[in-house]
């Protein structure tokens, strides 16, 4: 694939290993075990946590129609940044709620982030409304209470030959639930950056963005975060394997001494195969700051504070650019 600038490929090794076992027992139907790679985690409806990369261990327990468990995440984004999540949800995951926790295992273990949540989904179809809160355990009371706040109403309308979804979204991050998080070094993983690539507007993005420049490792809180933003994307069927696709994001992320405006579009033809295999070609305007997201590699060894560190930036991790050809392939096995 291509981001405008350099050609790139990759061969990602992945493993799973899964116990399942029938109980039957005080209610509980089944105990699944989980460890490796757990494909992708979103936390409730995505306020926390969404299409994030995972590798860790997942506990789950399946009891009278409520899935409940704890998954252990061994990618974070903070130093050193590992996430604790128990959970308990319905089996169509309209309703749940959660405790996150970060986890410091550097020197010894504990968590030094505790966030405890709760999610909704209504279903109107083809409207569906997705609502989730969540208050820091560790938070400050004195400037605003350590809270976050999502809503998130979409469309979706899916048939054999074509898709189209449509989402709003509406976020709210208190000076008080971020400033925990600031307190540590921020470190970005080329994983997250993956994630992030499918998806502008989350929550990592509000938390850079919420970093003023660091003074000697100094780093302060910046104000409340809240942002409003939509997706519009889509496919149709031309001709036999012959597809269109589009997708076109928009996000305004409001802080207390800026407004990050951003506008991304992709759209193209694809080829598609089979399931697994698909060529694409088309336009793009989204691609990794340069001097943000630079792959620090190329210079050799560096620790992993130079090497992965984003607290000293106060800019957005994706940019809008001049609108670049990109085509490239997508294989599965």
Not at 121 to 139: K, N, R, T, V, Y
Not at 267 to 272: D, K, L
Not at 288 to 315: E, I, P, Q, T, W
Request: hydrophobic share 35%.
């Amino acid at each position: 694939m291509s981001d405008g600038y350099d050609a790139k490929q990759k061969v990602v090794g992945r493993y799973t290993v899964d116990f399942h076992h029938n109980l039957n027992i005080f209610g509980i139907d089944k105990l699944i075990f989980k460890f490796g790679d757990l494909n992708k985690t979103t936390l409730g409806k995505g306020l926390l946590l969404k299409d994030l990369e995972s590798q860790g261990f997942d506990l789950e327990i399946d009891s009278l129609g409520w899935i409940g468990g704890l998954r252990y995440i061994g990618h974070g984004y903070s130093d050193p940044g590992d996430y604790a999540l128990f959970y308990g949800k319905t089996k169509n995951n309209n309703l749940g709620g959660y405790l996150f926790c970060s986890i410091d295992d550097s020197n010894y273990f504990r968590t030094y982030t505790n966030i405890l949540g709760g999610y909704s989904s209504l279903d109107f179809h083809p409207i569906e409304i997705d609502a989730e809160a969540a208050f820091g355990l560790d938070g400050q009371f004195h400037s605003t209470l350590p809270c976050a706040l999502l809503i998130a109403p979409k469309i979706s309308l899916k048939a054999p030959s074509h898709s189209l979804e449509i989402r709003l979204t509406g976020r709210y991050y208190s000076q008080a639930f971020d400033a925990w998080f600031q307190q540590f070094s921020f470190h970005k993983t080329y994983h997250g950056i993956e994630e992030e690539a499918q998806d502008f507007d989350n929550w990592r993005n509000y938390l850079i963005n919420s970093f003023p420049v660091s003074n000697h490792g100094v780093v302060s809180g910046s104000g409340d975060a809240k942002g409003v933003s939509s997706r519009v994307k889509g496919d149709q069927q031309i001709w036999d394997a012959l597809w269109f696709y589009g997708d076109i994001e928009w996000a305004r992320q409001y802080y207390s001494d800026r407004t990050v405006d951003s506008t991304f579009y992709r759209f193209g033809g694809e080829i598609r195969l089979s399931e697994y295999q698909r060529l694409y070609a088309g336009l793009n305007n989204k691609v990794l700051m340069s001097d943000a997201a630079y792959d620090y590699s190329k210079y050799g060894s560096y620790d992993s504070h130079n090497r992965d560190s984003f607290s000293g930036y106060n800019v957005p991790v994706f940019i809008q650019a001049n609108p670049f050809f990109e085509m490239g392939a997508s294989i599965a096995f």
